[in-house]
């Protein structure tokens, strides 16, 4: 085993051979209760629960990445420091962080127990990491996000539920089959292994030997078509849910948030001069710290995002990998839209250190994020370990109406389906005569927010429309060889999630209110919410279409003789610079800048907290067309989401509020 992952002490191995999970003497249980009072007593030593103190209900669900390590905890790149400010960002209702520095690390936990959905939001690894490196080595949960479980099974975390933990408690030792006992035979051995690293030490010496799957032929779905082709040593088998395998990877990105993780560990485990493989298929962007120089609450760790620059420009420069770094201060775009735009094709399966990954299932690819330890063991062996996942089939009809967009039906799928966990952990299968409707942009919207759905990935069906977008922003590809890359499911297909038909044309204008995405209401029922900024950008919201919209609403408001409203400061930012020059080649720079409206050049920013657009104060209220509203991710006001058409048209009206063609009357202004 290399030195990258500690091992779990809770693992003993009995005088008869059986392996068995079993507590430390001494050691602490942490429950995170909603009632914030009580965790700090915990941290403080001055109370010990039990389950006989706790309800489930009494714990809190949906504790979010973000939570656990906020951006800027993420600046460090050694898990030891990150695991010193571990859940900085649980607040209070007064602001004030519920963990000081060190709380979780002196407090002598081995265990930390929650609600449902734990780890939801980004992929970041840095989320288990800052609990393993404190002294946690099993994490009960209710129910957990599909990435956040594989980082923390990557790293050798136990996870569990709150009937062992009832056992545990009493004293018992479980035999760690009850650990392993409901996940597939890799996940398992790599479990007992330790974590990744070291199952992958024993994949490589022949130890542990990975069969491929041995399942009957059968009518599969798209993303089980995808696995099926890039299966190691047997191309073409028939896969279906909880098979597991080891597939080749196309190819997959990082960035500076998260390469020198990746840099670092496979020097720990691989010595300095490792090599990756298939370096061309495989890239480097800086897009996600790009403005964080910019923005006053980031200034105190401008020295830690440098060193993340440096040894991600030291990691491309070792690999040969493609290099998306900033030139001259601007970066070439947010890593989601410009590796669609560059090299993501129909039937591939891409792999990515960010959730939003999923971005490229709009090209009918099969693409998830990872943490960065399980990237650093693909991008190091070129395949990777997989379940085959579930799917769930979502059958869209008719069209959209006039003012509503993808973003507000992935609103309304959060709504209704994520928020009941049909999606959780799933493949969200988008097609039906509706999608044909639907921009390549638009659907790269419905796949780009399938991670808020807490989903394994989204996935849509592919077209004349997908080939005709692919060669206009890649002169020269072959459109042939595109389309013999095309995957379609199967007539039969098995969906455990269900087949679902949206009627597109029953769309309204939708708003996820402050706090989760799944807060989702129709705009027309929110009632009177006054803005202070307009944020239009983001992977979500930057593309081409996406600058349609804005332009199509200011140009409007614009021609009626109307404004930004008063008090109200608007932002765009490019997801590219292809779609940049696309905006500018029409206008739209010129018509944002005329109205008051501030242009930032391509990149991330205000979506984490790390750019101009980010609130201020807790008072502040935003209408923002990004992906994510957690409590204090786009600065600590109140944050709510919507589509591009709703985030204009509010900027002008000064309040929340959906587009709607003629809504701006010659010569009355929307605030008055």
Not at 423 to 435: Q, S, Y
Request: glycine share 12%; net charge negative.
């Amino acid at each position: 085993m290399g030195a990258t992952i500690p091992m779990n002490p809770l693992l003993h191995t009995t005088e008869d051979g059986r392996r068995v999970v079993r507590l430390t003497p001494g050691k602490r249980v942490l429950f995170l209760t909603k009632d914030l009072e009580q965790i700090r007593a915990q941290l403080r030593g001055e109370l010990d629960l039990t389950l006989a103190d706790v309800r489930p209900e009494d714990l809190l669900d949906d504790i979010n990445t973000d939570t656990m390590t906020p951006a800027w905890v993420c600046f460090r790149h050694r898990p030891e420091d990150i695991a010193l400010d571990a859940y900085a960002g649980l607040l209070d209702a007064e602001g004030q962080r519920v963990f000081g520095t060190r709380a979780l690390m002196d407090g002598g936990f081995e265990v930390i127990v929650s609600g449902q959905r734990k780890g939801t939001g980004s992929s970041r690894e840095t989320a288990p990491q800052c609990e393993k490196w404190s002294g946690i080595h099993l994490v009960i949960a209710s129910s957990f996000a599909p990435i956040h479980e594989r980082n923390n099974l990557n790293l050798g975390q136990l996870l569990g539920d709150h009937a062992q933990l009832a056992r545990l408690m009493a004293g018992e030792a479980l035999p760690l089959d009850e650990f392993t006992a409901g996940y597939d035979p890799v996940t398992r051995a790599m479990i007992e292994a330790g974590g990744l690293f070291p199952f992958a030490a024993q994949v490589a010496s022949g130890a542990v030997v990975i069969p491929p799957p041995s399942t009957a032929p059968r009518p599969m779905t798209m993303a089980e078509k995808i696995l099926s082709r890039h299966l190691v040593g047997a191309a073409g088998a028939p896969v279906a849910p909880g098979d597991s395998c080891l597939v080749k990877v196309d190819g997959g990105y990082s960035h500076e948030f998260t390469t020198a993780q990746v840099h670092h560990f496979l020097q720990q485990e691989y010595g300095p001069g490792y090599r990756v493989q298939n370096p061309d298929k495989f890239a480097v962007f800086e897009d996600h710290l790009l403005y964080a120089d910019g923005v006053k609450k980031m200034m105190p760790f401008i020295t830690q995002i440098q060193t993340l620059r440096d040894l991600q420009r030291e990691f491309q420069a070792h690999t040969g990998v493609r290099d998306y770094s900033a030139k001259d201060g601007v970066s070439p775009g947010i890593c989601h839209q410009v590796a669609r735009e560059e090299f993501i094709d129909p039937g591939e399966f891409i792999q990515a250190t960010d959730s939003h990954t999923c971005m490229g299932g709009g090209h009918n690819a099969l693409t998830w994020g990872v943490g960065a330890t399980e990237y650093a063991g693909l991008i190091h062996a070129g395949f990777t370990a997989v379940q085959v996942p579930e799917s769930i089939r979502f059958e869209l009809t008719g069209a959209l109406p006039p003012g509503v967009t993808a973003k507000d039906l992935i609103l309304h799928v959060l709504a209704t389906f994520a928020v009941r966990e049909d999606t959780l952990d799933r493949v969200m299968e988008f097609g039906g005569p509706g999608l044909a409707s639907l921009s390549m942009d638009e659907r790269a919207t419905l796949t780009n927010m399938a991670t808020e759905c807490s989903a394994k990935s989204g996935i849509c069906e592919a077209d004349d429309a997908t080939v005709a977008w692919i060669v206009a922003h890649r002169p020269g590809t072959d459109a042939q060889a595109l389309r013999a890359g095309f995957v379609t499911p199967d007539p039969g297909a098995e969906y455990a999630g269900g087949v679902h038909v949206i009627d597109l044309s029953a769309i309204r204008a939708m708003v996820a209110e402050p706090g989760d995405p799944t807060y989702g209401k129709d705009v027309a029922d929110l009632g009177e919410v006054a803005i202070d900024i307009a944020y239009g950008g983001s992977c979500t919201a930057g593309k081409e279409e996406d600058l349609d919209f804005y332009a199509q609403v200011l140009s409007e408001a614009r021609a009626a003789g109307q404004g930004l409203a008063p008090g109200v400061a608007m932002y765009i930012q490019y997801g590219s610079e292809g779609v940049q020059r696309y905006a500018e080649q029409r206008g739209y720079a010129e018509l944002f800048r005329a109205l008051g409206v501030r242009v930032i050049d391509p990149g991330c920013g205000a979506c984490i907290g790390c750019g101009p657009g980010v609130s201020e104060t807790a008072d502040q209220v935003t209408v923002s067309a990004i992906n994510r509203n957690f409590q204090g991710r786009s600065g600590p006001g109140k944050l709510y989401l919507a589509s591009p058409l709703t985030v204009a048209a509010s900027a002008i009206a000064g309040r929340i509020t959906s587009y709607q063609p003629g809504m701006f009357p010659l010569g009355v202004p929307q605030h008055a």
